[in-house]
């Protein structure tokens, strides 16, 4: 069996890689060692999340 590999984005555009055995091992990261309101790579997340369910990502401006 193969086991996904769950890596936080935040520390990869910072240039770190950190991965997790469970999503909720991710969760706890995020609320414990990244301020979700003030990173810049929060800007970028929210640039390119979906806009509407089953549309796809909006292209780079």
Do not use: W
């Amino acid at each position: 069996m193969v086991k996904d590999i769950i890596k936080c984005f935040l520390c990869a555009v910072r240039g770190t890689e950190r991965t997790f055995n469970s999503y909720g091992e991710l969760q706890d990261h995020l609320y414990k060692d990244h301020d979700m309101r003030k990173d810049p790579a929060m800007e970028i997340f929210n640039k390119y999340k979906l806009k509407e369910p089953g549309k796809g990502a909006e292209p780079p401006a």
